[in-house]
């Protein structure tokens, strides 16, 4: 089977604009969440994307937003970029959602803001 | 709100001696995963504890879950070098879909040879 896979990887931005990542998960696994990794924070929670529906969110503000497809593939979009948003973003899948089995850890998108 | 603490943040040992990582959560957890993060990697999984007490073992590695299931350990045997990495516990609080996995801060191990 095909692992987590996550587009881009690298990504350069500047303040103010806005990103949109992608996360396809191991086929048949129907939940992805999303991370952000930082240095400092370690892996912080974003949402967690169950059959199309946002089923758990983090502490993240609005800027932050996410959707699912009916193919399970999964976007994470982030408006008005900051300068702390640079981070590694990683999705995770999972058969029936984060906590009840194993999450599968695409490589990420390494983001950096300028 | 819900925590996963972890310490130490960060451990030096030389190749052969052993090494300890302690996760403590500040609320009862359904089960706790344990995951492990190379360098410039992604976490991949490990193991999973569900039992109060359960003890799991993966060659040189033992991993326990605390009878209170607010706490748990991982230790590494006659570490190596390839055993380089943040591990990371994470651990499940709520349930069904309202469940979330809450991870810890992370231990970052380093191995000399």
């Known amino acids: 089977k095909a692992g987590v896979t996550q587009t881009p990887r690298y990504l350069i931005k500047t303040r103010g604009q806005q990103v949109t990542l992608s996360c396809s998960p191991i086929s048949g696994h129907r939940s992805v969440s999303w991370y952000q990794q930082t240095p400092g924070q370690g892996l912080q929670f974003l949402f967690e994307y169950f059959s199309e529906t946002q089923r758990n969110k983090g502490n993240f503000p609005g800027r932050f937003s996410g959707r699912q497809f009916s193919n399970s593939r999964s976007e994470m979009n982030v408006s008005t970029l900051e300068l702390g948003d640079s981070a590694l973003y990683l999705c995770?899948?999972?058969?029936?959602?984060?906590?009840?089995?194993?999450?599968?850890f695409g490589p990420g998108t390494r983001l950096t803001v300028l | 709100g819900q925590q996963v603490m972890q310490i130490p943040q960060y451990q030096h040992v030389q190749e052969g001696e052993d090494f300890t990582t302690y996760c403590n959560s500040s609320?009862?957890?359904?089960?706790i995963q344990w995951y492990k993060q190379r360098p410039g990697g992604h976490p991949v999984f490990l193991i999973q504890?569900?039992?109060?007490?359960e003890v799991k073992k993966q060659k040189r590695l033992t991993f326990q879950f605390g009878e209170a299931k607010k706490n748990s350990s991982l230790h590494i045997t006659a570490t190596q070098t390839t055993d380089v990495g943040t591990y990371f516990c994470a651990g499940r609080v709520g349930g069904g879909a309202t469940n979330k996995l809450i991870f810890g801060t992370g231990t970052l191990l380093a191995v000399q040879p």
């Open positions: 504890l569900v039992k109060s007490g």
């Open positions: 609320t009862t957890l359904s089960n």
């Open positions: 995770a899948s999972s058969l029936r959602g984060m906590g009840a089995d194993t999450q599968y």
